[in-house]
């Protein structure tokens, strides 16, 4: 089973930058989907972007444009830059392995107008 762990959330200005990572560990990810989900007050979770063990991206629309996601086997991590922030994307962010078969905890990212 692979645990995962994300860190680099904050509170940042609209217009602003963040990057997220998310470290995983127990196993290789290397052959594995990972992704990132949000979930905002009151909302249910959605999934932000994904990328296959090949590195085929994909984006939701409320992001494409702004955020990239990244990979790096060799440290066992998953990375979101998230530029242009806006209010809109505060939330709690989501590591996820094989499309939700393992969660991290969550990483809460606010962004003020």
């Known amino acids: 089973q692979v645990q995962l762990v994300e860190s680099g959330g904050g509170l940042v200005q609209a217009g602003g930058s963040l990057r997220l990572s998310c470290l995983a560990s127990?196993?290789?990810?290397?052959?594995?989907?990972m992704g990132w989900y949000r979930q905002a007050p009151g909302k249910q979770r959605e999934v932000g972007a994904s990328?296959?063990?090949?590195?085929?991206?994909s984006y939701a629309d409320s992001v494409k444009g702004r955020f990239t996601i990244s990979r790096d086997n060799a440290k066992t991590t998953v990375y979101l830059q998230m530029n242009s922030l806006k209010p809109e994307d505060t939330a709690v962010y989501y590591c996820?392995?094989?499309?939700?078969?393992?969660w991290g905890q969550g990483t809460q990212v606010t962004v003020s107008s």
């Open positions: 127990g196993r290789s990810i290397s052959n594995t989907v």
């Open positions: 990328i296959t063990s090949g590195g085929f991206r």
């Open positions: 996820s392995a094989d499309y939700g078969s393992a």
